[in-house]
């Protein structure tokens, strides 16, 4: 963890697991306040044959293609859904039964989970030329997923540097409004988590992550 706070998530370190129904493969990036009882969770999920999702009822689901050859989501009410290259995306309620067909080959998505109404997130996709920036409060925090290329993250004179494939949660501020610059080459994920007025953001530590 960074003097301000902010938790650098190697790709190296995401916790792969079997989902819950073992048909497909998940790389765990974060999950917040802790397993089981998250209210935000970022993974990605690795489907090479048709496969199930699991339900998660009371969830918001994003997802979005990061590599392959796209994917078809089968709802069980009739609606069909296309991921495709280079990076389609899909917002559907974590409590619809659904699945996930690969287009000629395996492939590999974003998937961010949020509950409502302990918090909102929202997901964008971010070129990355020259700075951008990101400010955190005392209700507000970013993830950033290095997409495509590199990052650095400024944070009181270092930087952070981030690889294709790597992450960084860059936590609420309990002292007021924080700006963190991001320059670099590439393309981005930025995820924005705000919390209700009378919740208090839950902390993170680097080694288990959330406490």
Do not use: K
């Not at 389609?88 to 949020?114: E, S």
Request: net charge negative; glycine share 10%; with cysteine.
């Amino acid at each position: 963890m960074s003097e301000h706070g902010i938790l650098p998530i190697p790709a190296t370190e995401y916790r792969r697991a079997r989902w819950r129904n073992g048909r497909g493969w998940t790389r765990e990036i974060l999950a917040l306040p802790g397993d089981p009882d998250w209210n935000l969770r970022l993974s990605i999920a690795e489907l090479d044959a048709v496969a199930d999702f699991s339900p998660f009822p009371g969830l918001r689901r994003e997802q979005l293609l990061l590599s392959g050859n796209g994917v078809c989501l089968h709802f069980d009410d009739g609606e069909t859904c296309e991921l495709l290259p280079p990076h389609q995306r899909a917002h559907f309620d974590g409590a619809r039964p659904v699945t996930g067909i690969p287009v000629d080959g395996p492939v590999q998505v974003f998937n961010l989970m949020w509950r409502p109404p302990a918090l909102a997130a929202a997901l964008f996709h971010r070129p990355l030329v020259g700075t951008m920036l990101c400010f955190c409060d005392p209700r507000t925090a970013w993830a950033v997923h290095v997409l495509a290329g590199s990052a650095r993250i400024g944070d009181g004179g270092r930087e952070l540097a981030l690889a294709q494939g790597d992450s960084a949660w860059l936590p609420a501020s309990a002292d007021g409004r924080r700006r963190h610059a991001i320059d670099g080459a590439g393309a981005l994920l930025l995820v924005q988590v705000e919390w209700p007025a009378g919740v208090e953001p839950p902390a993170l530590d680097p080694a288990g992550r959330d406490q």
